[in-house]
């Protein structure tokens, strides 16, 4: 990676990506990997997105923490590559092959003298909550976002930098890394493409009254599944119930939960039926007894993956359910939950008592709140849609929701598309 | 030129205040090497300059950095393509993961250090090998997805040849009327866009168009593929640096189907058929012609079924909402029927079969089909079972559409790899009963598809993981396959649509451009990429024993008449699978060899009483075992400190001499730690740790020579997010030597 100068304000390229995510990240890497310079720009302390808090990806069950491993490698080797951290991007202008790009750098209050040595965190005396692991612990106010971290070095909570309590960080450094009066700065990026990969959020379960979540503590989401089996995780790797940290041996999987629902993600978000059997592997390690229940409309496993849905069905133990979860409710005597299915073509309704229940929530494109500051189409969800030739050129979960692979597949070919627009002008 | 040594060590980070520096320093200078440095914070500006003038005023071309892991700031230490640098772990290998101040944690240190100063003293700064290179690319196959593959390359400004073995462009597209909605509010039916893509592509003059042309021959490597082919009987050909193969896919094939009633009556067709029918002049009942009434289309026919494709093809449940639409649109009155397992439409095309549901006249139902038939009136009745209303129905209707799956060009047919297995088992035989030193069996070459036809030893096509489609890491490299500078694209890649194709395009020309651009100076691909450094084969030595050419990954090697390895550097992806292999130790990098490593071995200080200070070696994978480690010391676990660590590029990279050479020079174990093998395996270089598993009986061959215990060495599979295991590996390791006792070799 390039070292972005202190005293530069004015960087050129050939494209800037916007979002530091999974897609992001390959879109400069690509782009970089050809000898084409490429700015990355990431909103968080480091990059890594959403990928970097998964446990494991479907089918192969293999950790995230391997491929954003050699990416991260390949960014770090290729000068080609700025990476910009706490960036958020202002006003951009100019036209398709001559961009003007303002983004503004926050501070991160630690400078790059920083050696990640931990002597900070340690007499740091404020904790706040740890948004990586969705509130479920805490970390200093100085910290480092988690294990595979990039930049590798420490930022303060913007909270906290004018905290007095700080000053002892500031104290324990040895490397005169800690500048708790940084300020913001603006830099301009003349690039010839911009490419969004903001990527999504999880949908909003507490907006999901029926089903819970917020009200009964056994109730989570997926993305809080993927935290908790994550040995790096708020729970070192146990899967545990929130309400008495007890061994889980009955688990309810509710699919579409708020998905393919007009009242809240009409579309489908094609990838929480694998998620949620994969969590389904996560108990089976952890609990082998443990019994599975899925509540679902359509088990949706395209291609190869649909291996992945018959190793499921062979296992004795994994129910499937096909109907909708209409309601959640908790047995009061043992936080328990009971879900009330209803079979989507009979009608007839079913009751079934789990300990845990993992609400399968869809993506929502992080555009349908922050749409991006050039004027792009966008479809009635938020999504950009692609190859309008308007506005910036969108690339992965910002222009459908879709699985990691997918992502990078769509994410190498933006990386061409981007440099096309550059090699026509 | 000869090595000029500066090593640099940093007391930063705790290094200073749980070592002893001095001592550290004068293990350095013992080796008389021209600059001994330390220095409170060797990442800081001012230390890395000092390395520099370093370099410029003593001419170093060789530097150790004895600080933290090579996975922080390695851009600061990179010192130009001169110098040899190496990165010695004191941080997060050494004083976060062991007791400061402790003997046995500084013994581990000055082993480190001198290791790595022997790893910089037996290695060379690599320089590429380079060609001249051609830069243009050919594409094969002619539907939306190499139309557009020739387009985005050739947008790029590189040459393309596209072959098409059809007369025209278009592929499926041009027998399709109408494809799935990919614009909001995703409800209605769009156009190909085949016939502007041909025409876009026919003028631009970046593109040479061939149709009705197949490959005889693709011979040589990236950037110099040499290919014949044929047209009309007509034979050309031309010279390119990588290629796209966009060979997409065929229907499967029908009559395979059994109780599905294809061929008991004209009315029975697949969703191909009816695209056709659509396509000429509408639809009509094939029987007699007469105006359809009823239509059922049954989903999955073969498809998500162990006896026919096992996977699903992701496009028939929209193919045959888009085929009810095309009913709909010509009888307003016709009843249409779907029966399915699960409805699949994904992301915003839910949204397309939301707007379907609200056609009164279509059924939807799920069920599993029990058998179809034809009735006395002519009509086709369905039996379907396994309802969700808990009851057996039967529709009877005029037409019924077989929603037939996807198979990739790529797949080979069973019959030929039936014929390829016995050809195998036959060889093996003959070889078993002529031979019997245990050498293995010459491999047959693997059979392939006969499209790219290339020349490999190891087979004429992609090598193919599952049902046809091409080997690679498909979750994090979707574009890799074991055919460097050969990237497969759309439905020949995965089960796709049209609009998925295209996208697909861009990406496969992507890396068909980089290829190209990487050859061109000598550099590699993923998942090295960027490496300069390339095998050398010293050939006087050569037994011809073929291990190199039938164990590299990605068909690197060819093989002369006598079986000498023919060498294709272009095609290498550096992971040292065939030094590993290489029984004569003949094969080598500048910068990675098995002198080095043996050197490397030699360095380490193996004290001679067991009792007190075992020593293990253990060879770990460096691309997921070695971060591994560090997290395990980013998280301060604290592990044993008998255990000294040699890096591999890949674990399938280890020669077995060098475990020789660990056990004879007193080591007590000798531990080795790669990825995960296996169908889902994790192996960077795709067969690196199948392959290491298979060195273990060269190694239980080493022990018997050496008479050692076969405990002595373990081989672990370890994933880079296993970092809390580490210490138990080590120390359940350390616990099965103990038993075993102390290696009688250490005194002598």
Redesign the interface.
């Known amino acids: 990676?390039?070292?972005f100068e202190p005293d530069e304000s004015q960087i050129r390229a050939e494209t800037l990506v916007v979002g530091g995510g999974i897609a992001g990240m390959t879109v400069a890497i690509?782009t970089a990997?050809?000898?084409k310079h490429v700015i990355l720009a990431e909103k968080l302390p480091s990059i890594g997105g959403r990928v970097a808090a998964m446990?494991q990806?479907f089918?192969?069950?293999?950790?995230p923490?391997?491929?954003i491993?050699?990416n991260?490698?390949?960014i770090?080797?290729?000068?080609y590559i700025r990476v910009l951290t706490l960036a958020e991007i202002g006003k951009i202008s100019g036209s398709p092959g001559d961009y003007e790009v303002e983004i503004t750098l926050k501070p991160r209050y630690v400078n790059d003298?920083c050696?990640?040595?931990g002597d900070c965190e340690k007499v740091c005396e404020i904790e706040r909550d740890n948004e990586f692991n969705y509130g479920l612990d805490k970390s200093k106010a100085i910290y480092i976002p988690h294990?595979m971290a990039y930049p590798?070095r420490y930022v303060v909570d913007p909270e906290y930098a004018s905290d007095e309590r700080m000053k002892k960080c500031v104290e324990a450094c040895?490397?005169d890394a800690i500048e708790l009066d940084m300020q913001p700065r603006t830099v301009t990026a003349k690039v010839k493409a911009v490419v969004w990969a903001t990527g999504w959020r999880p949908y909003d379960a507490t907006k999901i009254d029926n089903l819970g979540f917020g009200r009964f503590k056994n109730v989570i989401t997926n993305v809080i599944m993927e935290r908790m089996a994550?040995?790096?995780g708020p729970t070192?790797?146990k899967i545990i119930r929130p309400s008495d940290q007890k061994e889980i041996t009955k688990i309810g999987f509710v699919q579409c939960a708020g998905s393919?629902d007009e009242n809240h993600l009409?579309?489908?978000?094609?990838v929480c039926c694998l998620a949620s059997m994969k969590h389904a592997t996560y108990i089976r390690e952890l609990y082998p007894d443990a019994e599975v229940h899925m509540f679902y409309i359509?088990?949706?496993?395209?291609?190869?993956?649909?291996?992945f849905y018959?190793k499921m069905q062979e296992d004795e133990k994994f129910h499937f359910h096909?109907g909708k979860v209409a309601k959640i409710e908790e047995n009061p005597a043992n936080q328990n939950l009971v879900l009330h299915a209803e079979?989507?073509?009979?009608g007839q309704i079913t009751t079934t008592e789990v300990d845990l229940a993992v609400l399968a929530t869809g993506m929502v494109p992080n555009t349908a709140d922050e749409a991006p500051p050039l004027e792009t189409p966008l479809?009635?969800?938020g999504?950009i849609?692609?190859d309008t030739g308007k506005g910036v050129l969108g690339t992965g979960s910002a222009v459908?929701?879709?699985e990691?692979?997918a992502s990078?597949?769509?994410a190498?070919?933006?990386?061409?598309?981007a440099?096309?627009i550059g090699?026509?002008r | 030129m000869d090595p000029k040594i500066g090593v640099y060590i940093c007391k930063?980070?705790?290094i200073g205040r749980s070592l002893d520096i001095d001592q550290l320093i004068k293990e350095a200078e013992a080796g008389k090497h021209p600059v001994c440095k330390t220095h409170?914070?060797l990442?800081?500006k001012e230390a890395v300059n000092m390395i520099r003038q370093d370099i410029e005023g003593e001419g170093l071309n060789r530097i150790v950095v004895a600080a933290?892991s090579n996975?922080?700031?390695?851009?600061l230490f990179?010192f130009g393509k001169n110098v040899l640098t190496d990165r010695v772990n004191l941080r997060e290998q050494v004083v976060w993961s062991h007791t400061p101040n402790d003997e046995d944690t500084q013994m581990l240190a000055e082993d480190c250090l001198r290791m790595g100063i022997a790893k910089v003293k037996h290695g060379e700064p690599p320089e590429p090998y380079t060609e001249e290179t051609s830069k243009d690319i050919m594409v094969v196959g002619g539907g939306i997805t190499g139309m557009t593959a020739a387009k985005?390359a050739a947008?790029?400004?590189y040459k393309v040849f596209l072959v098409e073995k059809e007369t025209h462009l278009g592929g499926w597209a041009t027998k399709f009327k109408k494809t799935f909605p990919?614009?909001?509010?995703?409800q209605q039916l769009e156009d190909t866009t085949h016939t502007e893509l041909i025409e876009e592509i026919s003028k631009n003059d970046n593109i040479t168009i061939h149709t009705s042309t197949v490959i005889d021959k693709t011979s040589g490597q990236p950037g110099k593929f040499e290919v014949t082919v044929s047209s009309n009987g007509q034979k050309s050909t031309f010279m390119v640096g990588s290629i796209v193969q966009a060979t997409g896919w065929v229907p499967y094939d029908p009559e395979k189907l059994g109780h599905w009633g294809y061929g008991i009556s004209p009315d029975i067709v697949t969703n191909v058929q009816m695209e056709e029918m659509v396509n000429n002049g509408g639809i009509k009942r094939p029987s007699d012609g007469k105006p359809v009434e009823s239509i059922a289309f049954l989903q999955c026919a073969g498809s998500?079924d162990?006896d026919h494709l096992?996977?699903?093809?992701?496009v028939c449940c929209r193919v045959s909402l888009k085929q009810a639409r095309y009913v709909r649109e010509q009888y307003p009155d016709a009843k249409i029927y779907i029966i399915y397992k699960?409805?699949?439409?994904?992301?915003?095309?839910?949204?397309f079969y939301?707007y379907a549901q609200e056609d009164e006249g279509l059924f939807l139902t799920?069920g599993e089909i029990a058998g179809v038939a034809k009735d006395d009136d002519g009509k086709i009745v369905v039996d379907v079972e396994e309802?969700?209303?808990?009851e057996d129905i039967k529709i009877k209707t005029d037409m019924v559409v077989l929603a037939t799956g996807m198979v990739p060009t790529t797949k080979v047919p069973d019959e030929i790899l039936e014929e390829h297995q016995q050809a195998l088992e036959e060889t093996k035989e003959e070889e078993e009963a002529k031979t019997d030193d245990g050498k293995k069996a010459a491999e047959a070459a693997e059979p392939g598809a006969k499209i790219l036809n290339l020349t490999y030893r190891q087979g004429t096509d992609l090598p193919t993981l599952?049902?046809g489609?091409p080997d690679s890491h498909?979750?994090?490299?979707?574009?890799e396959t074991r055919r460097t500078g050969i990237y497969a694209a759309g439905a020949v890649r995965?089960?796709m649509d049209f609009a998925s194709g295209a996208?697909?395009?861009?990406?496969a020309?992507?890396?068909a451009?980089?290829s190209v651009?990487?050859v061109g100076v000598g550099a590699s691909v993923h998942?090295r990429?960027?490496d300069i450094s390339f095998p050398d084969f010293f050939m006087q030595r050569c037994t011809q024993c073929k291990r190199c050419t039938e164990e590299c990954p990605f068909g690197t090697l060819d093989e002369d008449d006598k079986g000498t390895p023919l060498p294709n550097p272009f095609r290498c992806r550096r992971c040292g699978i065939c030094l590993g292999a290489c029984p004569e130790r003949i094969i080598s990098f500048k910068n990675y060899n098995i002198n080095q490593i043996s050197q490397i071995i030699k360095s380490i200080n193996v004290p001679d009483e067991f009792e007190e200070k075992p020593r293990i070696l253990a060879f770990i994978c460096e691309?997921?075992a070695l971060?591994s480690v560090d997290?395990a010391g980013?998280?301060r676990l604290q592990y044993n400190p008998y255990i000294r660590i040699i890096p591999l590029r890949c674990l399938g990279s280890m020669n077995s001499i060098w475990v020789g050479d660990a056990l004879s020079s007193g080591f007590d174990g000798v531990l080795l730690i790669g990825c995960?093998k296996g169908d889902?395996y994790?192996c960077?270089f795709i067969r690196g740790s199948e392959l290491a598993n298979t060195r273990m009986d060269n190694v239980r061959e080493k022990l018997t020579q050496l008479v050692l215990e076969e405990e002595r060495v373990q081989l672990h599979e370890l994933?880079?997010?296993?970092?809390?295991k580490i210490p138990k590996i080590f120390d359940d390791f350390l616990e099965v030597i103990e038993t075993v006792g102390p290696n009688p070799y250490k005194d002598m």
């Not at chain 2, 990919?182 to 995703?186: A, I, S, T």
């Open positions: 990676m390039a070292e690509e990997e050809l000898g446990h990806y089918p192969k069950l293999c950790p923490t391997c491929g491993e050699i991260l490698k390949r770090r080797q290729n000068p003298k050696t990640a040595c294990l590798p040895k490397y994550s040995v790096n070192s790797g393919r009409p579309y489908c978000s094609a359509d088990v949706r496993s395209p291609g190869r993956l649909e291996d018959v096909r079979n989507t073509l009979t479809d009635d969800f999504f849609v692609p459908r929701p879709m990691v692979s990078i597949q769509d190498t070919g933006t990386a061409l598309k440099l096309n090699t026509r | 930063g980070c705790e409170d914070c990442c800081s933290c996975r922080v700031f390695p851009e990179d985005a947008e790029a400004g990919k614009h909001p509010p995703y998500r162990q096992p996977y699903c093809s992701a699960d409805i699949r439409t994904p992301q915003q095309y839910e949204m939301a799920k309802t969700l209303l808990g599952k049902y489609f498909f979750i994090c490299f979707p574009y995965a089960p996208n697909d395009a861009y990406g020309a992507m890396k451009i980089q651009e990487a998942p990429v960027g691309n997921d971060p997290m980013l998280k995960k889902d994790q960077h994933a880079i997010s296993d970092y809390d």
